[in-house]
């Protein structure tokens, strides 16, 4: 029982984070069912926590070098589910400008280097028995249990009226829709707002080696609209009026052989910050993406992105690239990037 809790809890930790992380990706369904497997996930972590008190309690006695980074270790994982739970049922969403979430996601983070240690300084032999008829009646009861676990957690949110029953299908909360000055000001981890002078700055946009330069006033003729949710990983969305130009129109101004896709034309839509965050887009999506200028009819203000930014509905927040300088149609493909910024 004891090496079946170890590997069993290795293998919970993995697919918590990796249902996290695949959550974060969707801004559609697949993330409300990558999430129910997490939340399954976290709450198995929970149930097997009797079984491992013992092995804890026995190692710590044994004070074999570095029992304490298992505790550190421990923490961390105490505070990730501890953070992830107050944010689902909404009990605490957060303190001050740090959200509940970011709290989840980053101990979860600082918990990596942990486990590797701590698995590779444990290590248990995983022999054909793991796969005896035993275990796996014990995994199938473990996962039931935490299966119903996660409904008993959503009905209970429901019956005791908790913030958390109004949660979006992302888990995220509502916050100051159709209200501009409402909406919050963040970044996916480290950027700052830049001071942007919008006389000498130019919107670079850039097809099979053409380039054709925007100014602020010119973009600013624009009145294409957009209602959408810009929907943050940190843990809210909110609903807002955006204006400002459809990315494919910024094409059509190039002559017709750089537009198309393979005839120099390049098959994917590199858009570029002043401050070096960057996402890629496909190309079919250049029409469903915003170049924004304006929140609720007034221009944007610095921190949401002045002088232009991008509003891609459907799509998580950290696709919203503010700060938008350049705008590239190369020749990679739309998913050669890493799935979030390190930014
Ligand atoms: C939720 C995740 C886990 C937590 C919080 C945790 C915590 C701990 C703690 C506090 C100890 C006692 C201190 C020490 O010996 O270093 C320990 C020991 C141990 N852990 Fe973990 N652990 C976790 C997951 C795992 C995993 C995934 C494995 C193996 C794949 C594992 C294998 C072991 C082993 C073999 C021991 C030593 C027991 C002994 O010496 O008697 N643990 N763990
Ligand atoms: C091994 C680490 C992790 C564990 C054990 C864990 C566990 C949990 C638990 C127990 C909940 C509460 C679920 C509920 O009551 O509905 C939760 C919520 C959540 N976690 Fe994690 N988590 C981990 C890492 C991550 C990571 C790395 C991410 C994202 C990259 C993430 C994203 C989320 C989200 C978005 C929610 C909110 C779900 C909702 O409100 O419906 N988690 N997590
Ligand atoms: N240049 C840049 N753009 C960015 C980010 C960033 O860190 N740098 N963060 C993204 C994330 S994670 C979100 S949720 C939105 C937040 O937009 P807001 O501050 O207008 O609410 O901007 C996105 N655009
Ligand atoms: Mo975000």
New binding site residues.
């Given amino acids: 029982m ?2 079946w809790t ?2 069993a ?2 293998v ?2 993995g697919l918590a984070f990796t249902t996290g992380w695949v959550a974060f990706f969707y801004g559609t369904a697949p993330s409300r069912v990558s999430l129910i497997v997490h939340a399954a996930s976290g709450y198995a ?1 929970i149930a ?1 926590t009797p079984w ?1 008190a013992v ?8 004070r ?1 070098p ?6 550190v ?2 923490g961390l ?2 505070a990730s589910i501890a953070a992830g739970i107050l944010h689902s049922t909404g009990l605490l969403t957060g303190v001050g400008a740090i959200s509940a979430m970011e709290v989840h996601v980053g101990a979860a983070l600082a918990a990596i280097p942990f ?1 590797a240690w ?2 590779m ?4 032999p995983v022999r054909a028995v793991d796969l005896s008829r035993r275990s796996l009646l014990r995994a199938g009861s473990l996962l039931a249990g935490a299966g119903l676990a996660y409904v008993a957690g959503e009905v209970a949110v429901r019956l005791l009226g908790l913030p958390g029953s109004l949660r979006r299908f992302t888990g995220s909360y509502e916050v100051g829709s159709l209200q501009p000055a409402q909406l919050p000001e963040t970044s996916w981890m480290f950027d700052a707002v830049p001071a942007i002078d919008p006389a000498t700055w130019r919107l670079t946009v850039e097809v099979g080696g053409t380039v054709r330069e925007w100014t602020y006033e010119e973009l600013l003729a624009f009145d294409d609209r957009v209602r959408a949710t810009l929907d943050c990983t940190g843990g809210f969305y909110s609903m807002q009026d955006w204006s400002g130009v459809w990315l494919s129109r910024l094409f059509a101004s190039f002559p017709s052989p750089a537009r198309g896709r393979g005839q120099g034309g390049g098959s994917s839509v590199h858009v570029c910050s002043l401050t070096g965050y960057d996402r890629r887009f496909a190309i079919s999506d250049a029409g469903r993406v915003l170049i924004a200028t304006r929140l609720g009819g007034m221009p944007l203000d610095p921190g949401h992105g002045f002088p232009v930014r991008l509003v891609a509905p459907n799509l998580r927040g950290y696709w919203w690239v503010k700060w938008v300088t350049t705008i590239t149609i190369d020749e990679l493909p739309s998913w050669w990037q890493l799935p979030f910024p390190l930014q």
């Fill in positions: 004891r090496r170890n590997l809890l290795f919970l930790l972590i097997l491992k092995i804890a309690a026995r190692g710590i006695q044994r074999r570095g029992w304490w980074a298992s505790l270790f421990t994982v105490i486990v701590h698995v300084a444990r290590r248990i």
